[in-house]
C-alpha cells in the first residue's frame, strides 16, 4: 500500500507521456493601444486571447499582460483559465497610446521564469504597427526554452494607414 501511495504522483505523467501531451506555461500579450480601436481589431483580438485559453488543457497555467506603450492590466500565471477567460470578455475598450511590444514582452519573459512548467510560450496579439518596432532593442532575447508566437490582427488593408492632413473650410 505505501509503494502504490508513493507511485501515484509518477502514473499521471506516464500518461500524459504516452499521449504526447505535456503540461503548459502560457503569457497572452493583449495589444490595447489606439490602433485596435479600428472596426472590430479589438473583438477580434480577444476572440484570439479566448481561443488561445480554450486550447489548453487541466493543469496548464496562463497570464495575461494588456499592453499599449508599456505594460497595463496584469494578470499572473493561473490554473484557473474559466477565470482568466471572463477577465479578457469583460476588457474594455482599447486605450488612445501608441504601442511598444518590448515592455510587455520582457514582462512576460519574466513572468515565465516562475512557471510551474517547462514548455513556456509568449502569445503576442496585435495589428504590428510598424511604429512599435522603431527603437527596438536587439540585443535583448527570451529567456532559453521560451517560444514566441505572434499572432496577428485587423484588417490587411487598413494595416499601416494613417491621417496625415486634414483639410476643413472655414
Not at 500524459?16 to 479600428?38: C, E, F, H, K, N
Not at 514548455?119 to 532575447?141: E, G, M, N, P
Amino acid at each position: 500500500l505505501l509503494a502504490v501511495a508513493f507511485a501515484r504522483p509518477f502514473i499521471p505523467q506516464t500518461v500524459l507521456d504516452r499521449t504526447g501531451w505535456s503540461a503548459r506555461s502560457v503569457v497572452i500579450l493583449l495589444d490595447t493601444s489606439m490602433s485596435m480601436q479600428y472596426a472590430d481589431t479589438f473583438a477580434q483580438a480577444k476572440t484570439a486571447a479566448l481561443d488561445i485559453l480554450g486550447s489548453l488543457h487541466a493543469g496548464d497555467e496562463a497570464g495575461l499582460v494588456t499592453f499599449s506603450d508599456n505594460t497595463g492590466q496584469v494578470k499572473e500565471l493561473t490554473t484557473d483559465l474559466s477565470q482568466l477567460a471572463a477577465f479578457v470578455r469583460q476588457l474594455d475598450s482599447p486605450g488612445f497610446n501608441s504601442t511598444s511590444y518590448l515592455p510587455a514582452i520582457r514582462l512576460a519573459d519574466q513572468m515565465l521564469r516562475a512557471a510551474r512548467h517547462s514548455d513556456k510560450t509568449v502569445y503576442l496579439i496585435s495589428d504590428y504597427r510598424q511604429r512599435a518596432v522603431v527603437a527596438f532593442d536587439t540585443r535583448w532575447r527570451l529567456s532559453p526554452g521560451v517560444d514566441f508566437e505572434s499572432i496577428r490582427i485587423g484588417d490587411e488593408n487598413t494595416t499601416g494607414k494613417m491621417i496625415r492632413s486634414m483639410y476643413h473650410p472655414c
